[in-house]
């Protein structure tokens, strides 16, 4: 079984603040995606990142892909109080001999306080 | 378009009892799978499918069943619940058989209690 460990688990901040979340395995990940979960509903999907190197940005949203596909990052700029949610990291090892086998970090709970 | 719909919602169970947890699909989507979602521990692959007839194994498969005769429905069955079972159960759907770049598209989730 693949390991991706996420962290922070909790992020509590005030609007307007910066935060990162990280997204690490000891395995090279053929892909990576990040989702989003408010309560009460399932995940949706925020960026999927496939090449080392790789940086996504979604309005105040940073995405990075490590060099060697074996981490990834979440960076928020000035955050704000609609941000507060559950962060899940998301990845495929192996390529396609592994498809179907989407492991899921544990996720980060962040609370954005007005 | 509805995307992915679970039902129930939610259920209670008392320990030993049966139940299958139902999910369908009107994207035509190929890729087919359940997770459960428990506190601290992310979502665990429970089951998959890569298409009609053909099933496997996630990561915690002890205590649960699938088939998948048709490509719109993939129903999980406990057979005999146990409190360890408690969990938020997510039914998720991809266009691709290789996930490797498809994006998932989960349900809304199906609550239960096993007491």
């Known amino acids: 079984t693949q390991l991706l460990e996420q962290s922070p688990q909790f992020l509590s901040i005030q609007e307007g603040e910066n935060l990162t979340v990280y997204c690490n395995s000891s395995?090279?990940?053929?892909?990576l995606q990040w989702y989003r979960q408010e309560p009460g509903e399932g995940p949706v999907l925020l960026v999927t990142?496939?090449?080392?190197?790789e940086v996504k940005k979604l309005k105040r949203l940073t995405f990075q892909f490590g060099d060697a596909r074996k981490d990834s990052s979440l960076h928020i700029t000035a955050a704000q109080t609609g941000d507060t949610g559950l962060y899940l990291c998301?990845?495929?090892f192996g390529g396609g001999t592994s498809y179907g086998k989407l492991t899921f970090g544990q996720g980060t709970i962040l609370t954005v306080h007005p | 378009n509805a995307g992915v719909t679970q039902t129930p919602k939610f259920q209670v169970l008392k320990t030993g009892q049966s139940m299958t947890l139902q999910c369908a699909q009107d994207?035509?989507?190929?890729?087919m799978s359940w997770y459960r979602q428990d506190p601290g521990m992310g979502l665990r692959l429970i089951h998959y499918?890569?298409?009609?007839?053909?099933?496997d194994q996630g990561e915690v498969p002890n205590g649960y069943n699938v088939s998948r005769s048709t490509t719109e429905d993939f129903p999980l069955r406990l057979l005999s619940a146990a409190p360890s079972q408690t969990s938020v159960y997510f039914c998720?759907?991809?266009?691709?058989?290789?996930?490797?770049?498809?994006?998932?598209?989960f349900g809304e989730g199906s609550r239960l209690t096993v007491l």
């Open positions: 994207m035509n989507h190929e890729y």
């Open positions: 499918s890569v298409g009609a007839g053909i099933t």
């Open positions: 998301a990845g495929a």
């Open positions: 395995s090279v990940f053929s892909s």
């Open positions: 990142v496939v090449t080392g190197g």
């Open positions: 998720a759907s991809s266009y691709s058989s290789r996930v490797t770049y498809g994006e998932l598209f």
